[in-house]
């Protein structure tokens, strides 16, 4: 009698449960869908994303935080690769910004850091190092600008460096950046990164 009792009460709570499953389930999925449009993350022409989308008019932001940040972009290029239909997306994303970091204005602030460390204790040390941040509208990856100026900002922030070069040896390491894409150009960045790095000494230097 008692296990026919526990047999039937166990019945009864699943049945009940159902129902309530069930519309949680559905709940889940509406909420989800209303997410959707605003979790959503839209790339540009260069498979890059803009820090934030706070106008809807193609008008530039008055904030700067329509500009590409290298680290939040990283974040993107890991949630791409969990699709097999975006890892193209996140393989382009990944080689733009090695573009980036492979442009003559880096390519002259890596130069001159490793040449001459005691820049980053200068003044404009945060400008002088190697950049973090550009204006997404530029062909050539150009600084934000204020009233026609580059903006002061504190680029000293070797996290940023650190994941884009880890990720970057990962993936050549993985096959899914391959020797077409190392270009020479792309070649002799990735070498000055450990130059950089031990110059300005990332183990003690201060970061943003």
Not at 2 to 7: P, S
Not at 131 to 151: L, M, Y
Not at 164 to 189: K, N, W, Y
Request: glycine letters at 4%; one cysteine or more; proline letters at 5%.
């Amino acid at each position: 009698m008692i296990l026919f009792v526990a047999a039937f009460s166990g019945c009864a709570t699943s049945h009940h449960r159902a129902p309530v499953a069930s519309a949680a389930g559905e709940n889940l999925e509406k909420i989800r869908q209303t997410l959707a449009p605003s979790l959503e993350i839209q790339l540009d022409a260069r498979g890059l994303a803009q820090a934030a989308n706070r106008t809807t008019d193609g008008s530039e932001d008055p904030t700067h935080y329509d500009a590409v940040w290298v680290r939040d972009n990283l974040w993107v290029y890991l949630g791409l690769k969990t699709k097999p239909e975006d890892r193209a997306s996140a393989k382009r994303l990944l080689l733009t910004l090695a573009d980036y970091f492979s442009s003559k204005e880096q390519t002259h602030r890596f130069k001159n850091i490793i040449a001459n460390p005691k820049i980053l204790h200068a003044p404009d040390g945060a400008m002088q190092v190697v950049h973090i941040r550009f204006d997404r509208r530029s062909p050539k990856f150009a600084d934000v600008t204020e009233d026609g100026k580059p903006q002061i900002w504190n680029h000293k922030q070797n996290d940023a460096l650190g994941l884009f070069l880890d990720l970057f040896c990962r993936s050549v390491m993985e096959g899914e950046i391959t020797a077409a894409d190392l270009t020479p150009a792309r070649v002799a960045m990735i070498r000055r990164f450990p130059l950089y790095f031990e110059a300005v000494r990332f183990d003690s230097m201060q970061d943003a």
